[in-house]
């Protein structure tokens, strides 16, 4: 296949996951030579004031879970009926401007944006189109007969689109695509050294997301710093309030941090990690074999991933403080739990994604281009 060929990868600002999907998946085809590949957040380029409304409902719909339990399931039950028609031409004018000035040899999705089945339809080209779906779970709204192949975590999702009837052949699964940085060696002691960490000391990372949403931190740092034993490492991610809020505690084995792209050194050497369960960090965690405390996972897919995790042996569900303080102790305490949570985590981690990923995909057009 020609190097030069055009490649279209879509994604969307509803959580950070998708973006860093996409930009792993770019990196890995220019690793391969592909230097025309790109990348556009399609709900932000055609239609930036509605998409920052969604986006701020969002991250506000996380401080109230039967709200956003409500949207995400009630949307499935829409799928295939009529007025999913208003989704399927979400961004569809500026992605029909797209197709025609880049001229796309194949789109690949990173968010279940339906506009591009339409325009593999209403344009009547014959594009192939692939969709990565980035959780552990795969909701109806990724489902379409004119998606070639999705790229899914699991073989448990596989079954679950069988169900769906989607023929086995379009189902590959590959893990979801990761920072290369997740997969690289480190030395350990370099990175303790490096943050001033105690090399006797065990490391709880607490990691509230890129945009800071995890709750109750405060509370949590104060309790879990009791520990003299254990030292505390929290990432605010892009909130500055939170970061500020723990700056004022006064504690000798509290670490904060904001924003970070060096995360995965923290990663690295952290005995286990509090956060929240959306797809990436799982993911980024299954490639260091690091054991997770998921708190107060949201009814959707944040709750279906958690609950797959847990059912793996991977991770402790905590609901509230108190289980989550029992949890982290019951694993920086006991060394066999965490090593018994890394072997589980082996397991079920799917290792290169990115590079699996685009291998695919290139057999794939290939395939087609000959057959035609």
Same mark, same amino acid.
């Given at each position: 296949?020609?190097?030069?060929?055009?490649?279209?990868?879509?994604?969307?600002?509803?959580?950070?996951?998708?973006?860093?999907?996409?930009?792993?998946?770019?990196?890995?085809?220019?690793?391969?030579?592909?230097?025309?590949?790109?990348?556009?957040?399609?709900?932000?380029?055609?239609?930036?004031?509605?998409?920052?409304?969604?986006?701020?409902?969002?991250?506000?719909?996380?401080?109230?879970?039967?709200?956003?339990?409500?949207?995400?399931?009630?949307?499935?039950?829409?799928?295939?009926?009529?007025?999913?028609?208003?989704?399927?031409?979400?961004?569809?004018?500026?992605?029909?401007?797209?197709?025609?000035?880049?001229?796309?040899?194949?789109?690949?999705?990173?968010?279940?944006?339906?506009?591009?089945?339409?325009?593999?339809?209403?344009?009547?080209?014959?594009?192939?189109?692939?969709?990565?779906?980035?959780?552990?779970?795969?909701?109806?709204?990724?489902?379409?007969?004119?998606?070639?192949?999705?790229?899914?975590?699991?073989?448990?999702?596989?079954?679950?689109?069988?169900?769906? @009837?989607?023929? /086995? $052949?379009? +189902? =590959? %699964?590959? #893990?979801?695509?990761?920072?290369?940085?997740? !997969?690289?060696?480190?030395?350990?002691?370099?990175?303790?050294?490096?943050?001033?960490?105690?090399?006797?000391?065990?490391?709880?990372?607490?990691?509230?997301?890129?945009?800071?949403?995890?709750?109750?931190?405060?509370?949590?740092?104060?309790?879990?710093?009791? @520990?003299?034993? /254990? $030292?505390? +490492? =929290? %990432?605010? #991610?892009?909130?500055?309030?939170?970061?500020? !809020?723990?700056?004022?505690?006064?504690?000798?084995?509290?670490?904060?941090?904001?924003?970070?792209?060096?995360?995965?050194?923290?990663?690295?050497?952290?005995?286990?990690?509090?956060?929240?369960?959306?797809?990436?960090?799982?993911?980024?965690?299954?490639?260091?074999?690091?054991?997770?405390?998921?708190?107060?996972?949201?009814?959707?897919?944040?709750?279906?991933?958690?609950?797959?995790?847990?059912?793996?042996?991977?991770?402790?569900?905590?609901?509230?403080?108190?289980?989550?303080?029992?949890?982290?102790?019951?694993?920086?305490?006991?060394?066999?739990?965490?090593?018994?949570?890394?072997?589980?985590?082996?397991?079920?981690?799917?290792?290169?994604?990115?590079?699996?990923?685009?291998?695919?995909?290139?057999?794939?057009?290939?395939?087609?281009?000959?057959?035609?």
């Amino acid at each position: 296949m020609d190097k030069n060929i055009n490649i279209l990868i879509t994604t969307a600002p509803f959580g950070n996951g998708h973006k860093m999907v996409a930009t792993a998946l770019k990196n890995a085809f220019m690793n391969k030579g592909y230097q025309n590949v790109f990348i556009i957040d399609l709900f932000t380029e055609a239609h930036p004031f509605i998409t920052k409304k969604i986006k701020k409902a969002y991250l506000k719909s996380y401080n109230y879970g039967y709200a956003y339990s409500f949207m995400f399931y009630g949307v499935e039950k829409l799928v295939g009926k009529k007025i999913m028609d208003v989704y399927k031409s979400f961004g569809y004018k500026q992605l029909k401007e797209i197709v025609n000035n880049i001229k796309p040899n194949l789109i690949i999705n990173t968010f279940p944006i339906l506009a591009t089945d339409k325009i593999k339809s209403n344009l009547n080209i014959d594009i192939p189109i692939f969709t990565i779906v980035t959780d552990f779970y795969v909701h109806k709204l990724w489902i379409s007969e004119e998606i070639d192949k999705f790229y899914i975590a699991t073989e448990e999702v596989k079954k679950e689109l069988e169900k769906m @009837n989607i023929p /086995i $052949e379009k +189902a =590959v %699964v590959t #893990g979801i695509p990761i920072r290369e940085s997740f !997969e690289e060696y480190e030395n350990t002691t370099l990175i303790y050294d490096k943050y001033g960490f105690d090399h006797t000391k065990k490391i709880v990372l607490i990691s509230a997301g890129a945009f800071g949403v995890l709750k109750d931190i405060s509370k949590i740092c104060t309790q879990l710093c009791s @520990n003299k034993n /254990i $030292e505390i +490492a =929290v %990432v605010c #991610g892009n909130n500055k309030e939170l970061k500020d !809020e723990l700056d004022i505690l006064e504690y000798d084995n509290l670490k904060v941090f904001g924003f970070t792209e060096q995360i995965h050194e923290l990663y690295k050497i952290s005995t286990c990690m509090i956060t929240k369960s959306g797809g990436i960090t799982l993911s980024e965690a299954l490639a260091v074999q690091l054991p997770l405390i998921l708190f107060k996972p949201v009814p959707g897919q944040e709750k279906e991933n958690a609950l797959y995790f847990e059912s793996k042996g991977t991770a402790f569900i905590a609901n509230n403080t108190e289980e989550l303080l029992e949890h982290t102790r019951y694993i920086v305490e006991n060394q066999s739990v965490a090593l018994a949570m890394q072997n589980n985590m082996k397991k079920i981690y799917n290792k290169a994604s990115s590079e699996t990923i685009v291998e695919d995909v290139m057999c794939s057009v290939n395939a087609n281009a000959t057959n035609k």
